[in-house]
T-cell receptor, first 116, second 111 residues
Framework: AQSVTQLDSQVPVFEEAPVELRCNYS??????LFWYVQYPNQGLQLLLK??????LVKGINGFEAEFNKSQTSFHLRKPSVHISDTAEYFC??????????????FGSGTRLSIRP | KAGVTQTPRYLIKTRGQQVTLSCSPI?????VSWYQQTPGQGLQFLFE???????NKGNFPGRFSGRQFSNSRSEMNVSTLELGDSALYLC??????????FGEGSRLTVL
């Protein structure tokens, strides 16, 4: 069965420091990949997505992610974080892009806390 | 375009009662998915509806049910509520790529 692993459940970072949130998925075939962010007491919103093309994907709020097919990873990065980036981040995969009915698999989430 | 709308945002019920939550997807979106989010279990998939038919289902007991109407609005129902059903219930409409658009959620507290 398909799975998504977010290796860190919590990541504390100082403000203006860089951050990387790690995500690995189990499939070695074509997939679509997503990162979502959830601020307190809100739903999830899309940060960025990889469907095809360039392996470096840029998203909102200065985040970017790199698709690495050989390592089946899709790590999220930001060069300088801000207090407002404090949130929970979810990696998700569509394991069968050729089916509009495929089940989307979510990772368990990484809680990013920014220290002043 | 208006986003995904979920009602009610907050509700409190007691054990044994039942609850119905509503979700209106983005206009034109025909797929609606439901998720349960708890601190202990994270984000868990409940079910997905497309054109009034259940297309995918998670591993939840039969107390959890849903339906979708011809205008794509969806409802989910939980009967015989248990303390463990306390959670944030999220609804999302979906594109064919799998990209999901989430509502703000309905926070259910069971006492």
């Amino acid at each position: 069965a398909q799975s998504v692993t977010q290796l860190d459940s919590q990541v504390p970072v100082f403000e203006e420091a860089p951050v990387e949130l790690r995500c690995n998925y189990s499939s070695s075939v074509s997939v679509y990949l997503f990162w979502y962010v959830q601020y307190p007491n809100q739903g999830l919103q899309l940060l960025l997505k990889y469907l095809s093309g360039s392996t470096l994907v840029k998203g909102i709020n200065g985040f970017e992610a790199e698709f690495n097919k050989s390592q089946t990873s899709f790590h999220l990065r930001k060069p300088s974080v801000h207090i407002s980036d404090t949130a929970e981040y979810f990696c998700a995969v569509n394991p069968d892009p050729y089916s509009s009915a495929s089940k989307i698999i979510f990772g368990s989430g990484t809680r990013l806390s920014i220290r002043p | 375009k208006a986003g995904v709308t979920q009602t009610p945002r907050y509700l409190i019920k007691t054990r044994g009662q039942q609850v119905t939550l509503s979700c209106s997807p983005i206009s034109g979106h025909r797929s609606v998915s439901w998720y349960q989010q708890t601190p202990g279990q994270g984000l868990q998939f409940l079910f997905e509806y497309f054109s009034e038919t259940q297309r995918n289902k998670g591993n939840f007991p039969g107390r959890f049910s849903g339906r979708q109407f011809s205008n794509s609005r969806s409802e989910m129902n939980v009967s015989t509520l248990e303390l463990g059903d306390s959670a944030l219930y999220l609804c999302a409409s979906r594109l064919n790529t799998g990209e999901l658009f989430f509502g703000e959620g309905s926070r259910l507290t069971v006492l």
